[in-house]
Structures are given as C-alpha cells and as structure tokens.
C-alpha cells in the first residue's frame, strides 16, 4: 500500500504538479499512481491532460505511462529528449522509450510520500 498523502485543497492540476514535483531526481511516476495519490484512482488521464499544461518548473520527463512507457513524442518533441532527461538523472531503461519501472518507481509499496517541496537541487 503506498504511504499517505495529504495535500492543500487546490486545483486538481495544482494538486498534480504538487505531486510531480515531489518525485525525487532518478525516480519515475505513473499517471495512475498520481491519480491514486490524490484520492482520484480512475482519473489517469485527466493526470494526462494537467500535464500536457504543466508549467516549466513541474519535471514531466519523471511521468511515465503504468508499464514505464516514455510519453509520446509530443509532450517533450521527441521521446529521445525525454529519455535523455531522465538517463541524465540515472533511470535505466529496458528498451528504446521504456524505463525500468520497477527500479526506479516513486513512491514503492510502504514508502511515506511527501508532497509540497521540490525534490530537485536547483529549487
């Protein structure tokens, strides 16, 4: 079971970037997973649709589809550019535009999640 998540009421897309921007450097996220996060767990893809509009400063590249699957080539130009993003960060992938989900899921089963501070250095 993932660890609890309490976020501010907001927009369901605030909500979203809140929760990608909580995903660490080196770890990915599912649209599903974030559904699920926030109390929605059969709305992926309006997940989809936030971030599709994500601000500059919410790290997409980390949002992959439920069986690690890089987003399509226009969420980034091209998946290579995703790939490369999160190659850069230590994501290890099984094919071409598909990571190795499992090593490097956010959260894992029991991991406490904590939402409402960017996990990136920079920030």
Request: charged share 25%; glycine share 10%; net charge negative.
């Amino acid at each position: 079971m993932i660890g609890a998540l309490h976020c501010v009421m907001a927009s369901f897309d605030e909500r979203v970037y809140e929760v990608v921007r909580s995903v660490p450097p080196g770890r990915v996220t599912t649209y599903g997973t974030i559904a699920l996060l926030l109390g929605n767990p059969r709305s992926a893809r309006r997940v989809g649709q936030a971030m599709h509009r994500s601000p500059d400063d919410v790290p997409a590249h980390r949002v992959v589809n439920s069986v690690g699957r890089l987003s399509g080539g226009w969420a980034f130009g091209a998946p290579e550019i995703q790939r490369a993003l999160l190659e850069s960060e230590g994501v290890h992938f099984v094919e071409a535009e598909r990571c190795n989900l499992p090593a490097h899921v956010w959260p894992r089963d029991g991991e406490d999640v904590v939402v409402g501070e960017s996990t990136d250095e920079a920030s």
